[in-house]
């Protein structure tokens, strides 16, 4: 196949794929010229029969009645030795080919003792004789010469005239003497020509009427597909954030009623998400607003608990240890003060990204120090694998440490005493960091949903150690801003591993991450349930 065809092959598909009016119009050319087809060779067939057998009814009377000539004028003829008889047969298939009214027809009388070559040579018209010893005519001289009947065949042959196409038929003479065969050659030439002239007319008229099928399915499906598509690029618009885009409504027909509906449910729609802007509006103001007037009274009583807490040992046990719940519990009001400003700025679209050219060996391997004293407290190993070599990569650094420090927790958090392991590595075009920890997991669809905002994968676990259920929003958030991917992947009873990746250059696409997400431990565990190497 050829450039050029494969080219239109695929923009053939292409469309089909893509264009309802097109398939009803393609599928409905098929289905008619398979109709028109099918009707136009029946039709073709049974003209030609029927002519054929017309023609083949009419000459058998013909050869019945010149047999009954034939054998009324040779009843005299006992010998075949009698010298008359050849003059007497040429006599008869005159008067016979006369009668026959029939342009260019052939009327052949033989003895069926005679050598035909020498029969004919005394005959002026030897071609119709000759033929007769042709193979196409053996079969046909056969059966005459065997029963008494009529028999007939089509043959093409050449009788002085060219060759042509023949209904030939044959039947034996009743005579006293040597036995006589009668043969009629009947050219089909208008025979053909009517057929072809009918097969010409049955064609044309069969294209006419399958191009006047598809052109009325064109414009019949034009008809229903045009709103169709007015409808799609109107929804395109809304999807694109266009709220007052609407259809055109004409008549009062069931289209009519489709773009009236669509109008209405536009409106609709419309209407809730302005409502639900102006709440999420509301709402992202009212969080800032609380967190900034919050600030001020909790700064005045994060004085006060400082001052009890430097004094919780002057204080009895009882107003000691609420000293410190009062501090520890000021403490974490304040993360999700800090959590809620964040969020509320990501909400807003007033977060921007800070980036510069940085080595994040050293920002690992410092989240991994700051959070050695909470995973010593938890009783988790935490073990950080960072290459000897630089890794430099354009990211804020500050919103990456944030990032780390919040999975890092997490897997601590959540590591049930087994080992936390970070990994960080790097090739030409990203960079990524694991944190893979042994504990709970994740069950299935719960690693989507650790991204959404203050959820927890065990509710009725006790806040002893939990954040604020902030912490991994912000890190997805943070990591959309460097135009990153941060993922996760679980199972139950092995553990969870969080990957982030970001572009070694800002602005760059990611497509590929350095760093598996599947751990490789539990791909082998995998694999081995399979029965497959990993």
Known sequence: MSRRARRFWAATRRRWRRSLQFRV??????????????????????????????RINTAKEQISGGATYAAHELEGFTQADDPGLPGKLQTVAGYLATSMDVPGAEVIVLRRSANLPNLSASWPEQGAYQVMSTPAMQPMRSLVGGRPNTYQQIATLDVGMGPRKYLVLGTPVATA?????????????????????VALVVTVTGIALVALLALIAAMMTRLVVKPVRVAARTAQRLSAGLLDQRMQVKGEDDLARLAAAFNQMAANLQRQI??????????????????????????????????????REDFDPAAARSAELLQAELDRFEGLLTDLLEISRFDAGFAALDAEPTDLVPVVRRVGE??????????????????????????????????????????????????????????????AVTVRDHGVGLKTGEEKLVFNRFWRADPSRARQTGGTGLGLSISLEDARLHGGWLEAWGAPGK????????????????VSSPLRLVPDDARADEAALIGETP
């Open 25 to 54: 119009v393609g599928i409905t050319l098929l289905l008619s010229a398979a109709l028109v087809l099918a009707f136009g060779y029946t039709v073709a067939s049974l003209i030609s029969r029927g002519v054929l057998d017309s």
């Open 495 to 510: 553990g969870a591993q969080f990957r982030l990746t970001l572009p070694t250059h800002s602005g760059d696409r990611l």
């Open 177 to 197: 003497g040597d036995p006589v065969e009668l043969y009629y050659l009947l050219p089909l030439q208008s025979e053909d020509e009517l057929v072809q002239f």
């Open 274 to 311: 302005v409502r639900l802007e102006e709440m999420s509006r509301l709402q992202r103001r009212f969080t800032s607003d609380v967190s900034h007037e919050l600030r001020t009274p909790l700064t005045t009583v994060r004085m006060a608990a400082d001052l009890l807490f430097s004094s």
């Open 370 to 431: 700051r959070l050695a004293p909470l995973a010593e407290r938890c009783g988790v190993p935490l073990r950080v694998d960072t290459p000897d070599t630089e890794i430099i990569a354009e990211v804020d650094p500050r919103r990456v440490e944030r990032i780390l420090r919040n999975l890092v927790g997490n897997a601590v958090e959540h590591g049930e005493g087994k080992p936390v392991v970070v990994t960080l590595a790097a090739d030409s075009s990203a960079v």
